[in-house]
């Protein structure tokens, strides 16, 4: 059964700093790998796609990196913003797809102006 | 503007009550999907629709009984729930329940309060 883990489950950093989000996961056998952000009281929105076959993908301040080898995958965000506060979750879909999905449980980011 | 709607965005029901969650996307997608998100648990998927056609049900109780009347609409039919069915649900859709390029794209969900 997959396991996802994202440490830390809390964040605050000082605005305009970088910074590092980790995703964990215990099957190596996926389909992809996405990062979402989710506003209070709100839906998720996808950030980054990461392919089985990929190593990272990058969209703006973002950067999502994936070694499946090691169960790891990271997001990067650089020059942290006020806006950029909100929760942060990976997803794992099985090798099968989207049919078996594991979340994680998120971490919440707080920048501080 | 997500290109997946939910309605009605707060619920409020007795445990006795019937109510009707709904879910529509705009993005030409032929997979839906329900989620739970419980507070301090990790989103759980509940039921997938590839096509029309349910192929999953991930041991949700029958007071859940899901909808899919076309491609571009989504139900979740709610009956004698229980207090602790209280959560957020998301409705979810994707180009294909097996492009791997193709992500999924979420609505802003239903608060549900079973009293």
């Known amino acids: 059964k997959q396991e996802v883990t994202q440490i830390p489950a809390a964040l605050s950093v000082p605005e305009g700093e970088n910074l590092v989000l980790n995703c964990s996961f215990t099957?190596?056998?996926?389909?992809?790998l996405q990062w979402f952000r989710q506003d209070p009281g709100k839906g998720l929105t996808s950030l980054l796609l990461?392919?089985?076959?990929?190593r990272e993908q990058t969209s703006g301040r973002l950067n999502a990196s994936l070694d499946k080898s090691s169960g790891r995958s990271t997001l990067y965000i650089a020059a942290s913003q006020p806006g950029d506060s909100a929760t942060y979750l990976c997803?794992?879909?099985?090798?099968?797809?989207?049919?078996?999905?594991?979340f994680g449980t998120g971490t919440k980011l707080q920048v501080i102006p | 503007e997500t290109g997946v709607t939910q309605t009605p965005r707060h619920l409020v029901m007795g445990m006795t009550n019937k109510k009707s969650l709904k879910c529509e996307q705009h993005?030409?997608?032929?997979?839906m999907y329900w989620y739970k998100q419980s507070a301090k648990k990790p989103l759980e998927l509940m039921f997938v629709?590839?096509?029309?056609?349910?192929?999953e049900n991930n041991s949700v109780p029958s007071r859940f009984s899901p909808e899919c009347p076309n491609s571009s609409h989504l139900f979740l039919h709610l009956h004698t729930l229980q207090p602790e069915d209280s959560a957020l649900y998301l409705c979810?859709?994707?180009?294909?329940?097996?492009?791997?390029?193709?992500?999924?794209?979420f609505g802003n969900g239903t608060r549900l309060t079973v009293t």
């Open positions: 979810a859709s994707s180009k294909s329940r097996v492009q791997r390029n193709s992500p999924l794209h």
């Open positions: 099957d190596s056998a996926i389909y992809n």
């Open positions: 990461i392919q089985s076959s990929q």
């Open positions: 997803a794992v879909p099985a090798s099968g797809g989207y049919q078996k999905v594991t």
């Open positions: 993005l030409g997608h032929n997979a």
């Open positions: 629709y590839s096509l029309e056609e349910r192929v």
